[in-house]
């Protein structure tokens, strides 16, 4: 702990120019970060590609007074998103995943045994606010509403007591970011799909600024794909992206409101990257006369389905890619 201590001490707060941080194009609009990445600054993924859902949560980090709920679909990138945004100025990302039994130890700190003494042992809320940094609650609408309701203070931006470590009070850092990721906005799971998620309290959520990621356009997606897979094809890449929105098509159901044909699983941005990545690991099986197209697409989603569906997303390939699926 003295060693991370240490080392999140050394940071200091560095204002960037904000257009050459977030479009590579300088605007003179300054925005707020750190000197130099820590440990727990996440990786910059070359291939990560800000596209136009990624707008508010920018705007977010240049004038964040409120904390984040960024909710949307599973997969769609909602916490590569702020952990790449994060990335880029050299943020510390203390995150945690909710979940039913998440208390506040496990998110402010605890006592513990080092050296033969007792210490505190600060957890991830308690860095970001002594120190400065992201605090990212993933999958927060699968917190326990109560428990929830009780960091209402902090989202005010009152102080962090730790009575445990001696009264301590941690004033927050001027650079403590609070943002939230999860797949409902908080209020009811309409789709069911979203099994243990609860309905927040409402004072709870009035304190967040939200932002909705919805899956990237098909262009972004198949500019993706290039990245993710460029050892395929283009216009392979290119049938995936219709083919995935094909499929959400039928999952989301008809413009009348009505759910006949529709079926019951969907293709997600981390599904669609899934499907291209084990196409081209498949490629091999196409000696042993296996289409891997289909052999790929049972493996990151077709398994996933009932029979019927299978069914549906078989014919919907062989319509899609006549080529690649001939049998
Ligand atoms: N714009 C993007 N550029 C590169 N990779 C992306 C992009 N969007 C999503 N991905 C990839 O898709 C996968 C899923 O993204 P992520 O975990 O951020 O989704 P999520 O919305 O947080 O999902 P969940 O609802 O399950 O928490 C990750 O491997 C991520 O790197
Ligand atoms: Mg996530």
Redesign the pocket.
């Known amino acids: 702990m003295k060693k991370i201590l240490n080392e999140l001490k050394q940071l200091h707060v560095a204002g960037f120019d904000a257009g050459k941080i977030f479009s590579g194009k300088k605007s003179n609009r300054m925005v707020s970060g750190f000197n130099s990445p820590s440990s727990f600054t996440p990786e910059v993924?070359p291939?990560?590609?800000?596209?136009d859902s990624s707008r508010d949560a920018v705007v977010w980090f240049m004038n964040s007074s409120d904390p984040l709920y960024v909710f949307?679909?599973?997969?769609?990138?909602?916490?590569?998103?702020i952990k790449q945004l994060a990335a880029k100025l050299n943020y510390p990302v203390f995150d945690i995943t909710g979940h039913g039994r998440l208390e506040f130890p496990d998110i402010v700190g605890h006592l513990t045994v080092e050296d033969s003494n007792m210490s505190f042992q600060y957890g991830p809320l308690a860095l970001a606010m002594k120190f400065g940094g992201l605090f990212l609650l993933?999958?927060i609408d699968l917190l326990d509403p109560a428990a929830a309701a009780g960091l209402n203070g902090i989202l005010d931006g009152a102080p962090l007591c730790i009575s445990e470590n001696g009264g301590e009070v941690i004033k927050p850092h001027p650079l403590f970011r609070f943002a939230a990721?999860a797949?409902t906005n908080g209020g009811t799971d309409e789709t069911g799909l979203y099994q243990g998620t609860l309905r927040q309290n409402l004072a709870f959520m009035d304190r967040f600024w939200l932002c909705e990621?919805g899956y990237?356009s098909p262009k972004?997606e198949r500019e993706?794909l290039h990245?993710?897979a460029p050892g395929l094809p283009k216009d392979v890449r290119t049938k995936m992206v219709e083919y995935a929105n094909e499929v959400r098509k039928l999952f989301m159901g008809h413009a009348d409101g009505s759910f006949r044909d529709t079926i019951e699983v969907t293709f997600?941005?981390?599904t669609l990257?899934r499907w291209a990545d084990l196409t081209v690991r498949f490629q091999p099986l196409a000696r042993q006369g296996i289409q891997p197209v289909n052999y790929a697409l049972d493996r990151a989603l077709g398994y996933r389905a009932t029979p019927e569906t299978r069914t549906v997303l078989h014919e919907l390939a062989q319509r899609i890619f006549p080529q690649e699926t001939k049998e």
């Not at 291939?47 to 596209?51: C, D, I, T, V």
């Not at 949307?72 to 998103?81: E, I, N, R, V």
């Open positions: 993924n291939e990560y590609l800000f596209h949307g679909p599973a997969g769609s990138g909602k916490t590569s998103l993933n999958e990721t797949n990621i990237p972004a993706l990245r993710k997600s941005t981390r990257i």
